[in-house]
Structure formats: C-alpha cells, structure tokens
C-alpha cells in the first residue's frame, strides 16, 4: 500500500485507525517524494514524522523524464493533481500496489485507474 502525503498529514490530527493498522502488519509504503512533501511542512512534528515514514519500505518512482510521456496515458491533464502526484500515481500502477490518499484530485485518479486504496 502506498500511503500518500495527505494520510500522514490528517493521521497527525487525528489517528487514523487504518493507517496504524496498514504499518503494524507491514503493509505500508512510501516513496522518497511523501518524504520530501513531509519534511516541508509545518505540523507538529514533520521532521520526526519524516523520520519515521522514510524507516517503511520504500517504492522506486519513475524518473521526470520517463513521467512526461505518461501523463497523456495516464489522462491526467486537468484532473486536479501535480507533477508529484502523478509520479506517486504511476510508482503505485508501476509496483503494483494500491495507493491510499485523502487528496480529492489523487483519489480520482487513482478510482478511474482501480488502484484506490478505500478505507474500511
């Protein structure tokens, strides 16, 4: 499961049940990009925070160079998400993996792709 930057993000407001269940079993990704995104931000704790979601398992993203020629095939023009997000997106399709985000833009995608990650 690869765990986007938006579920960190809320899980430190609020403890998100399937979030802690998905790391416990060992079924919780990252890639080096939610890290980055993490140690930019200014909650409580991002540099401790980052730490901790650079210590999970981590997915190979596809380079920028490669990623330019997917967008048109992934039919993200439009679709609300960023260059980052749609490196996240085509690393989830490229491993395997569904891909568990709050992000609205990311989450549609990801639902039109069938790699939403829906929690219980």
Do not use: K
Request: charged content about 20%.
């Amino acid at each position: 499961m690869l765990v986007d930057t938006s579920v960190w993000i809320a899980h430190e407001r609020r403890p998100q049940p399937d979030l802690v269940r998905l790391v416990e079993v060992g079924r919780a990704a990252t890639v080096a990009e939610v890290v980055s995104e993490l140690r930019l931000g200014c909650g409580v704790r991002p540099l401790e925070l980052s730490d901790q979601v650079a210590a999970l398992p981590t997915l190979p993203m596809p380079d920028l160079d490669s990623i330019g020629g997917r967008m048109d095939q992934l039919a993200v023009r439009c679709a609300g998400v960023s260059l980052s997000d749609v490196r996240i997106i085509a690393t989830a399709l490229d491993s395997g993996v569904l891909l568990y985000s709050f992000d609205s833009g990311m989450t549609r995608v990801a639902g039109r792709l069938g790699i939403q990650y829906s929690a219980s």
